[in-house]
């Protein structure tokens, strides 16, 4: 599976934008995509992510409201619409796929504080830096 975000940029702040993850060569159809961000100086988050099946969401507290997930299954491209961006919510925001190979599915939100190493492929990031 190979991972590529684009739509990172610069954006005043109230200001919105749209990320997106297309995904190739995912021939598995049960796992879920996660959208991360690293800011400067702060620890790796999770802030979204959405299951294959039934198009499930959960968000971090810290977009919850203003950030939307959404996937289109036909093109294997999972979007986040981010609005009412924030100086705090700049960043190398970073999407990720995990395989739920042995079947079920486990609670959503815990998805967004896994480890790294814990997702079957990462993208390269995006740059999103919102400027007071």
């Known amino acids: 599976v190979q991972l590529v975000e684009s739509g990172g940029t610069l954006v005043q702040a109230g200001g919105s934008l749209r990320l997106s993850c297309a995904a190739s060569n995912l021939r598995f159809g049960n796992y879920a995509v996660a959208w991360f961000r690293q800011a400067p100086g702060k620890e790796h988050e999770g802030i979204s992510v959405i299951r294959s099946l039934d198009g499930s969401t959960a968000y971090a507290d810290s977009v919850k409201g203003r950030f939307t997930i959404a996937s289109v299954r036909a093109k294997n491209t999972v979007f986040l619409q981010m609005n009412s961006l924030k100086p705090e919510d700049t960043g190398i925001y970073s999407c990720?796929?995990?395989?739920?190979?042995?079947?079920?599915?486990?609670?959503?939100?815990?998805?967004?504080?896994?480890?790294?190493?814990?997702?079957?492929?990462w993208g390269q990031g995006t740059h999103v830096t919102v400027a007071s």
């Open positions: 990720a796929v995990l395989l739920f190979l042995g079947g079920g599915t486990p609670d959503l939100r815990s998805i967004l504080f896994r480890h790294p190493t814990e997702f079957d492929a």
